[in-house]
């Protein structure tokens, strides 16, 4: 008795359903079509969910005061208010800096962190220097060190004058750390 071959079986009913049927293809091209246009349309979402996450920190100019009110050679601590976008968190933060108008009409700003541990200072008109209370690192009026653990003179802020105001970027600095490494 011979058996059939399994591809000589034909179904009942006596219709031979073929295996690559147009049907099936147009199902598959309609499926492919379909993920590529969900694919086009995913991308420019996704990367408008997922960039904020790899964009440092967006830091504005801040307007800290008037050029006219600081002294020529005597520091000033000038206090204010900044936002900083990282990612999608903004905060708004006070701050301070100190700037010291040169004499010859030039504007420093410095970060108010001392550069050895990140504690504050502050200026004492009697010893004409900035001193830190933590370990004892002194400044001159232009930010060299005079004395103490700091590792490095005292952290310069991006500055400019516009309309007789005084414009400041605030940025953060890792302390103990011989060069300026911004954070």
Avoid at 98 to 123: E, M, N
Wanted: net charge positive; hydrophobic share 35%; proline share 9%.
């Amino acid at each position: 008795m011979s058996h059939p071959e399994q591809g000589d079986q034909q179904p009942s009913g006596g219709f031979l359903t073929p295996v690559g049927s147009r049907r099936t293809f147009f199902h598959w091209v309609t499926l492919a079509a379909a993920g590529l246009v969900g694919l086009g349309l995913s991308i420019p979402l996704l990367s408008t969910l997922i960039s904020p996450a790899f964009q440092r920190r967006r830091r504005a100019w801040v307007d800290v005061g008037a050029v006219d009110e600081l002294p020529p050679g005597h520091p000033k601590q000038l206090d204010h208010v900044t936002t900083i976008r990282d990612g999608w968190l903004e905060t708004t933060s006070h701050k301070a800096v100190w700037a010291v108008k040169q004499p010859q009409g030039d504007i420093s700003v410095f970060s108010p962190i001392c550069t050895h541990l990140g504690c504050g200072y502050r200026w004492d008109e009697t010893e004409r220097k900035f001193l830190c209370p933590c370990h004892g690192s002194s400044y001159d009026v232009n930010g060299k060190v005079l004395g103490g653990p700091a590792p490095r003179p005292l952290d310069a802020l991006p500055s400019k004058v516009e309309g007789g105001r005084l414009l400041v970027m605030y940025k953060d600095f890792k302390s103990g750390l011989p060069r300026s490494v911004e954070i």
